[in-house]
């Protein structure tokens, strides 16, 4: 039976449960981090080999705190401020144009949420925020106020994990062990909470895992609002959900695959950008127009990633979660150091 750890240093602080569980699931699922990463750079198709001595990794900002463990990442496009939240406690951190350091936005056990992973600033401006354990939250970035809140029915096990907007306002988010993928509308967000509801389910399309292992990770939307992509990050799959049928495929990806692909991000050009985590890995892909196939065409591992769970791009350059989780984390023992978020060119 999994307990809740105690680390050295925090006062007695218990982190959440669903840590625990990801650290089953990572442990299950991960090479040793030496082993993986030269497998990664062993085993790429001859179009992912290229050179990537352009590619230049620095720090974009350092985050306040000695246990952050950052998860996820979000870019607001209106005013270009970055939200990072702590997947150990709970924080959500805002990093504003220009500083070299975030502030704290939320502090950990705002709205009683001590856990956050999924985040992302929807065309209206506000700042979702995932609560494994529980559900999603709706935040006004001026202000911090929770404007709307959705938490799943029933009990364990459930691990919400990351999130989605199509161009009609609707966010579409993963559970990593129930293999579903709940929706909420923008009139649900106006009435302000509600029931996190599974519009689509995936478990009898994935290869079946024992427990509480993460499938589902990483989801993206089609900038047209066609279809949504979403990864099975133990077996390596992508997943297409066509959101005018509901029908579900696995998207053709030409003999790669996307194992430890954890936050995905999928721009108007058909580019996927993806953060491998166990593997210290970047890449890109080539995702046709109706998004049933991907090409792989870049591929970037570097140790300077230190466990990159998610990723936000925006012209220029891929801002990367440096998640430190093998460092006295979820996923080993040890001491961190700074916690930062990474500044990727030539991704």
Same mark, same amino acid.
């Given at each position: &039976?999994?307990?809740?750890?105690? +680390?050295?240093?925090?006062?007695?602080?218990?982190?959440?449960?669903?840590?625990?569980?990801?650290?089953?699931?990572?442990?299950?699922?991960?090479?040793?981090?030496?082993?993986?990463?030269?497998?990664?750079?062993?085993?790429?198709?001859?179009?992912? *080999?290229?050179?990537?001595?352009?590619?230049?990794?620095?720090?974009? @900002?350092?985050?306040?705190?000695? %246990?952050?463990?950052? +998860?996820?990442?979000?870019?607001?496009?209106?005013?270009?401020?970055? $939200?990072?939240?702590?997947?150990?406690?709970?924080?959500?951190?805002?990093?504003?144009?220009?500083?070299?350091?975030? +502030?704290?936005?939320?502090?950990?056990?705002?709205?009683?949420?001590?856990? *956050?992973?999924?985040?992302?600033?929807?065309?209206?401006?506000?700042?979702?925020?995932?609560?494994?354990?529980?559900?999603?939250?709706?935040?006004?970035?001026?202000?911090?106020?929770?404007?709307?809140? @959705? +938490?799943?029915?029933?009990?364990?096990?459930? @691990?919400?994990?990351?999130?989605?907007?199509?161009?009609?306002?609707? =966010? $579409?988010?993963?559970?990593?062990?129930?293999?579903?993928?709940? !929706?909420?509308?923008?009139?649900?967000?106006?009435?302000?909470?509600?029931?996190?509801?599974?519009?689509?389910?995936?478990?009898?399309?994935?290869?079946?895992?024992?427990?509480?292992?993460?499938?589902?990770?990483?989801?993206? /939307?089609?900038?047209?609002? !066609? $279809?949504?992509?979403?990864?099975? &990050?133990?077996?390596?799959?992508?997943?297409?959900?066509?959101?005018?049928?509901?029908?579900?495929?696995?998207?053709?990806?030409?003999?790669?695959?996307?194992?430890?692909?954890?936050?995905?991000?999928? /721009?108007?050009?058909?580019?996927?950008?993806?953060?491998?985590?166990?593997?210290?890995?970047?890449?890109?892909?080539?995702?046709?127009?109706?998004?049933?196939? =991907?090409?792989?065409?870049?591929?970037?591992?570097?140790?300077?990633?230190?466990?990159?769970?998610?990723?936000?791009?925006?012209?220029?350059?891929?801002?990367?979660?440096?998640?430190?989780?093998? %460092?006295?984390?979820? &996923?080993?023992?040890?001491?961190?150091?700074? @916690?930062?978020? /990474?500044?990727?060119?030539?991704?």
């Amino acid at each position: &039976m999994l307990k809740k750890k105690s +680390e050295p240093g925090t006062s007695g602080l218990l982190l959440p449960a669903a840590l625990l569980a990801l650290t089953t699931a990572l442990t299950l699922t991960a090479l040793p981090a030496a082993q993986a990463a030269q497998t990664a750079q062993t085993a790429q198709p001859p179009q992912a *080999a290229q050179a990537v001595a352009d590619a230049r990794i620095s720090t974009a @900002f350092t985050l306040p705190g000695e %246990k952050v463990y950052p +998860e996820g990442i979000a870019t607001d496009p209106r005013t270009h401020a970055v $939200y990072v939240g702590s997947y150990a406690d709970g924080t959500v951190y805002r990093a504003l144009p220009g500083r070299s350091a975030a +502030e704290v936005f939320l502090p950990s056990g705002t709205d009683g949420r001590h856990t *956050a992973n999924g985040l992302r600033v929807d065309s209206r401006g506000r700042l979702w925020v995932t609560d494994s354990t529980a559900g999603v939250a709706v935040y006004d970035t001026a202000s911090g106020a929770r404007l709307a809140h @959705f +938490e799943v029915a029933g009990g364990d096990p459930r @691990f919400i994990n990351d999130l989605a907007f199509t161009p009609d306002g609707t =966010a $579409y988010l993963t559970d990593s062990f129930r293999a579903v993928v709940y !929706r909420v509308t923008p009139a649900q967000v106006a009435a302000g909470s509600g029931e996190l509801k599974a519009a689509y389910d995936l478990s009898g399309r994935l290869t079946p895992y024992p427990g509480r292992t993460i499938s589902l990770n990483g989801i993206a /939307a089609d900038p047209a609002g !066609r $279809y949504l992509l979403t990864v099975d &990050m133990t077996a390596g799959d992508l997943h297409r959900i066509d959101l005018r049928t509901g029908a579900l495929s696995r998207v053709d990806l030409g003999g790669g695959d996307l194992t430890h692909a954890d936050g995905l991000d999928l /721009a108007p050009d058909g580019s996927l950008r993806v953060a491998h985590n166990t593997t210290n890995t970047l890449t890109r892909w080539r995702v046709s127009h109706d998004g049933t196939r =991907a090409r792989l065409v870049r591929t970037i591992t570097d140790p300077s990633l230190q466990i990159p769970t998610t990723l936000s791009h925006t012209a220029g350059r891929t801002l990367v979660v440096r998640s430190q989780f093998d %460092k006295g984390g979820p &996923m080993g023992p040890g001491t961190p150091g700074t @916690f930062t978020v /990474a500044a990727v060119r030539g991704l």
